[in-house]
Each structure stands twice: as structure tokens, then as C-alpha cells.
């Protein structure tokens, strides 16, 4: 049977080369052996379709990428199982990465964005890759390895719209626009870090919500652009008082976006991934303190300096005199998991950022001196702003 294989073989090499020079018995193996090298047959060959394709913009699941050149195979032959290697343009020691194709030359524009993100992150950014297509000759459940070729293929990442920042509004704001109600952010690019997040309170009941985006802001009007993929965020559902969901822009009936509710009055946290377009509201813990540790080198119970409480978690003590050497921030004058804040590994001191929370947290490095103190006990922002 194998002397039948390699004959058929030589056959198809035949007709498809029309000319064929070598030995071709070490490609002449099944696929599943892991040392198996591809063979390059002039005239079968991989024509690129399309030079640049935007998964955002595609309508359809799948794109076609290329197409076949290829001469009528020997009786019995099948093509089967085409897929395309892509790295980077230049950057050829990076790992390749696979996505399957139809012998029509058709790849799942999923596929293709999940690739570009791998690589890039879903920045929508267009970045050049070389494609490379192999696929296989099959007979009696044999196949043989085929390079036919590849070419450059520019892509950018399905990704959502996102803006620079986010506002709350609703019955809390008096449906207005108000600056303590801006969603905070790390200032990354937004398609690198896409979680927004605010603290806020409610006095009342059933209050309920939107989201604006910057860009209606900057028009002047929070409701210029509704039923948009950049207009008013909101949820399915109008009124209804989940506290974890799906963002949209407009429901699936083509509706403007549906209000959200906050059910019982009290301070929360909302935070809103813009690359899924979720939310999630929590009402955090709440602490009797909030306190500096280690100030001097003073570790023991009883050492704690209280920090104020200004607003609902929102702390701040001022004047407080820092010497050398670091210090934490923890809760009710315990260590506990939830309620003790540092710096991350590797953290280089600001004099604002975020704290993390682990018991595990590194010592914060502020240089002597005194200083006004700022926290926030849900979030872990701080800013140490130094009194001269």
C-alpha cells in the first residue's frame, strides 16, 4: 500500500508540475509526524484576495483571504485541511499563530481578530502580518504537506467603540450633568485598560441611570447622540435593577438604550468594562477605620494613625509628619485581606496612583517629609501631597 501511495504521488507531482525534480520520500508521510516538512510545488500556489481587512467593518462570519491556483489532481486526491500561519511583518522568530481556512480560501473573521489582539492588543490599529498557507493532499486517509506560498495581509482587531471617559447620570444627578459623577480611569489607552470606574452615593430609593459618553459632553448636549454605537449608554431593559449586566447603546428591538435602577439608597461602587460593554455595581465594605501603619517604623497594635473621614470613602489626615522609610494603609486596625493597602511589586513611587489590596503588598515609599494624605478605601487611589 505505501508503494501504491508514493506512486501516486509521484503521479500528482506529475500533473501538477508538469516538471519535478528530487526524491520525494521524505515528505511522503502521514501529517500527524511532527517532523514532517512541507513540500513547494511551482504553479500550486496562494493568491492573496484582499489586501487589508478591518474585522470591525466585515458583515459576515467569515472573509475570503485567498485563493488556489492548482491543476487537476490525480484520481483519488483531495485537498484538506487549509490553515494559514501568521506572524508579524519582520518580526519572524515570533511565535506563529494558526487560523483554519476552507480550500475556498475563507477564514472566520474571529479568528482573524483574535490573532491581531494576541499580537496587539484590540487597539483598533491596523498591523501588517505575512500569511502563510498550507494545506494537504489526501489519499487513503495519507496526507502530504503542501506550501503554497504566502503574502502580506494587513489587519485591524474587531473592537468596540470606546471613548476617553464616562459620566452617570440619572435621577441621583437630577438627569444632569455633574463632575463627581465622571467615571475614573488610569489614563491608559482605553483599549488597553477599558474598565472605568465611579463611587457614588444615592439618598433615595429607585434611582435609576445612564451612562454618557464623553463625546455627547463635548457637544454641549448629554443627549445629542442616542441610538449609536458613540451615544447614550444604557441597558435591555428599562428599570430594571440588576446589579451586574450588558451595556448597549440600543436594545434588540432598535430602541434607545433602557435605564438602569439602584434599588435601595446608599454609596456604591460601578465599574464598566467598555471592550464587553458590562457593568457591575457593589456596595463595598464598610470600615470603622481607616488608618496609616509603620509611620517610623512602628509596626505594633495601637500604632495606627486614623485618617478622617471626608466623604464615604474618601479618607484624608493632614499634617501627617512622614520619616524615612515606608508604610501601609489598613482597616479597623487589623490586618486583613480586604482592608490592607500597599504598593504592587515593582511599583515606583508617584505621589498619586492606586493601592493594591493583599496581604502581600509591598511597603509604600514616600519620601520623608509631611505630608496631606488622600484614599479611597474602595478604589485604592491616593495622592500624598507634600506640605512645604
Not at 496526507?143 to 476617553?164: H, Q, R, W, Y
Not at 508617584?350 to 496581604?359: A, H, V, W
Amino acid at each position: 500500500m505505501k508503494k501504491i501511495f508514493l506512486y501516486s504521488l509521484a503521479v500528482l507531482a506529475s500533473v501538477i508540475l508538469a516538471s519535478c525534480n528530487g526524491d520525494y520520500d521524505d515528505w511522503a508521510q502521514p501529517q500527524h509526524n511532527p517532523q514532517e516538512e512541507a513540500i513547494t510545488i511551482p504553479g500550486f500556489t496562494a493568491t492573496p484576495v484582499v489586501q487589508s481587512i478591518d474585522c470591525s467593518s466585515v458583515t459576515t462570519d467569515s472573509v475570503s483571504i485567498f485563493t488556489l491556483s492548482e491543476a487537476a489532481l490525480p484520481e483519488g486526491f483531495t485537498l484538506d485541511n487549509a490553515r494559514l500561519e501568521i506572524i508579524p511583518q519582520g518580526e519572524d522568530n515570533a511565535i506563529k499563530k494558526n487560523v483554519n481556512a476552507s480550500i475556498e480560501g475563507k477564514s472566520a473573521v474571529a479568528d482573524l481578530a483574535e490573532v491581531t489582539a494576541s499580537f496587539y492588543g484590540k487597539r483598533p490599529i491596523a498591523h501588517s502580518f505575512v500569511a502563510h498557507v498550507y494545506l494537504n493532499a489526501v489519499k487513503n486517509g495519507d496526507a502530504v504537506l503542501i506550501d503554497a506560498g504566502k503574502f502580506n495581509l494587513e489587519m485591524t482587531p474587531k473592537a468596540p467603540f470606546i471613548d476617553s471617559g464616562y459620566y452617570l447620570v440619572g435621577d441621583m444627578t437630577d438627569w444632569k450633568l455633574s463632575p463627581d459623577f465622571k467615571f475614573t480611569h488610569s489614563g491608559a489607552n482605553v483599549y488597553e485598560d477599558s474598565k472605568f470606574t465611579l463611587v457614588f452615593t444615592t439618598k433615595d430609593d429607585k434611582q435609576c441611570w445612564k451612562i454618557i459618553p464623553q463625546g455627547n459632553v463635548d457637544t454641549g448636549n448629554i443627549w445629542a447622540v442616542e441610538n449609536d454605537p458613540k451615544g447614550v449608554v444604557g441597558i435591555e431593559n428599562d428599570g430594571d435593577d440588576a446589579m451586574k449586566g450588558t451595556l448597549l447603546t440600543t436594545t434588540s428591538k432598535g430602541e434607545k438604550a433602557g435605564a438602569g435602577k439602584i434599588a435601595k439608597a446608599g454609596t456604591y461602587m460601578m465599574t464598566i468594562n467598555m471592550m464587553d460593554y458590562t457593568y457591575e455595581i457593589v456596595k463595598p465594605t464598610e470600615f470603622e477605620y481607616v488608618a496609616l501603619i509603620g509611620v517610623g517604623g512602628k509596626w505594633s497594635d495601637g500604632d495606627d494613625i486614623d485618617l478622617t473621614q471626608v466623604t464615604p470613602h474618601n479618607w484624608y489626615k493632614a499634617n501627617v509628619e512622614i520619616p524615612d522609610g515606608g508604610f501601609k494603609i489598613r482597616a479597623d486596625h487589623k490586618w486583613r485581606d480586604d482592608g490592607n493597602w500597599g504598593f504592587d511589586a515593582g511599583q515606583n513611587y508617584e505621589s498619586k496612583g492606586t493601592l493594591i489590596t493583599s496581604g502581600g503588598s509591598n511597603n509604600i515609599p514616600v519620601p520623608a517629609g509631611t505630608y496631606n494624605i488622600y484614599f479611597n478605601d474602595i478604589t485604592g487611589a491616593y495622592a500624598f501631597v507634600e506640605v512645604k
